[in-house]
């Protein structure tokens, strides 16, 4: 991992930190590639073989773990992929995946031609997901450069198992084009700046312009419900048409950290009254 990739929070929160940087400070990816290309037509058959048997491990151990294989899985499977980048993209701060990867553009491409030879001779079902950034207008996710439309979909196929049956199937197709929560960070620090109004505040969600305050984001009239009450805030959650996890970064674990959530304030006030009402499940 390098050390631009594993950016600190302080990096990251620090107003005018790494995201107006991350995407100016990588080369342009059509320059790389084309550099790349020149020199990597021919990939060695060695290197070859052995890029196609850690393609099929990661694929066999997506399908196992979660009954479908998919190509982040595989570029996290065989470590081009850190979880810390994967989660950048998620949330918009990346603007493409292939910028994330570490590795050269020829090996990624043969690394995703691999995957398709390996599902379908395994005889596996392709389903098209949608991708959507973690950000209130949840833009779709892209994963190259150009945008390439036959690049793109086979990112954005899951390989499904044909063991499993159709309303297993559908239930993962399902969950996977959920869009994935929103979420809001407590900065470490309190010197960042709205990319919107210029302003600030105690928490911030990332978009790929920067960092906009709640309000400008369209998620000022939350309220914070600190973690630690899993059924009031399973309640609150159900009752809320919007919520967002609240997430601080960890020096000491070098993560994110979950601290609680945003919900409507009228959604937390009817969950707390069915609670006082019902005695409460241990869970
Ligand atoms: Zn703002």
């Known amino acids: ?10 990096d990251l929160f620090s107003g005018g930190g790494v995201w107006g940087g991350a995407t100016t400070a990588l080369p342009p990816p059509r320059a790389a590639a084309a550099a790349v290309d020149s020199g990597d037509r021919a990939m060695p058959p060695d290197e070859q073989t ?8 990661a694929a066999e151990a997506a399908l196992a773990r979660q009954g479908y294989a998919s190509a982040v899985d595989v570029l996290t499977g065989i470590g081009w992929l850190d979880l810390a980048t994967l989660q950048r993209w998620q949330r918009g701060e990346v603007t493409c995946l ?8 020829a090996r990624v491409a043969e690394a995703m031609r691999l995957l398709h030879a390996w599902a379908t001779a395994r005889g596996l079902a392709p389903s098209e997901v949608e991708y959507v950034a973690r950000t209130p207008a949840r833009p779709a996710l892209r994963f190259t450069a150009d945008g390439g439309e036959a690049t793109e ?11 499993l049956t159709a309303k297993q199937r559908e239930r993962l197709e399902a969950k996977a084009s959920r869009p994935p929560e929103l979420v809001v960070i ?15 505040g105690a928490l911030l969600i990332m978009e790929s312009a920067g960092p906009s305050c709640l309000p400008c984001a369209g998620l000022g009239g939350l309220e914070f419900l600190p973690a630690g009450d899993a059924a009031l805030s399973r309640r609150a959650k159900a009752k809320s048409e919007v ?8 020096r000491a674990r070098k993560r994110y950290e979950r601290q609680g959530m945003l919900v409507q ?11 006082a009402r019902a005695p409460r499940r241990d869970d």
């Open 1 to 10: 991992m390098s050390p631009r990739r594993s950016a600190s929070a302080d």
């Open 50 to 57: 052995k890029l196609a048997a850690r393609v099929e491990r």
């Open 98 to 105: 292939e910028q994330g990867i570490q590795t050269r553009p």
């Open 153 to 163: 979909r086979g990112y954005r196929t899951h390989w499904m198992s044909r063991e």
């Open 186 to 200: 407590q900065p470490l620090q309190q010197d960042w700046v709205c990319h919107r109004c210029g302003g600030t």
């Open 243 to 250: 919520f967002a996890v609240v997430v601080r970064f960890s």
């Open 265 to 275: 304030p009228e959604a937390l006030r009817e969950a707390e009254r069915e609670l």
